[in-house]
């Protein structure tokens, strides 16, 4: 994708949702501006396909045990899942039942973004959960640098190279990736709040305001 392919892009999910899509994303219809119309009731949010449940296999911030998750299909290149991130930590203080897990979503244009998903995995290989989620502020904060970011958690270095070569990981990031298409996510942060204990899903598309979230988790309670 040229320069102002990506530009583009970057303006059209600005205008449409605060969030990213893939290039194959349908862009929703002008609807024709009339000043003296009453502005139309918000749509419904998307149907939500078959979900995932959430296993001891996931990255998982906050209580394991928590009644409500929020899926996050992301990409740690996205500018939009970067927002998202410190709005999920402010949710995970305010609300005791629910819990985070992140789930990989690597956009094509980003180049980027695969790296550091793999990366991460290989972080959580070496050092766990923790250790995933310290990796993950620290891309979100300072970048790319996987070396120093590895450095800075503690883990060896020379042992994260070599799994990162390895592209051991490049399959569960497509699984990941087909799974959350088949969730209904088409773009990131692609968030699905989810009641583990009914099943019950609601998709929240995009980097949405607190208060979103805070509804959605009321409403699956």
Known sequence: M???GLIVGYALATVFGGGLSLPSAKIPAQVAQDPTAI???PPPPPPVGDVPEVTDEDHVRGDRGATISVIEYSDF?????????????????QEDDVNWVYRHFPL???PNALPAAHASECVSELGGNDAFWQFADLIFEKGFDFEAHVKEIGLNVDA???CQESGKYN???DAQMAAGGAAGVDGTPGNIVYNNETGEA???????PLSS?????SALR
């Not at 899942?81 to 999920?88: D, L, Y």
């Not at 979230?213 to 988790?217: D, H, I, L, R, W």
Request: proline letters at 5%; one cysteine or more; a negative charge.
């Open 202 to 208: 609601q998709i929240v598309s995009g980097a949405q």
């Open 171 to 173: 399959d569960l990031i």
């Open 77 to 93: 290149e996205c500018p939009f899942c970067q927002r998202h991130h410190s709005t999920m930590v402010q949710l995970l203080e």
């Open 2 to 4: 040229g320069l102002l």
């Open 213 to 217: 979230f805070t509804s959605a988790v």
């Open 39 to 41: 502005p139309s009731a």
């Open 108 to 110: 094509q244009f980003h």
């Open 160 to 162: 994260f190279s070599d």
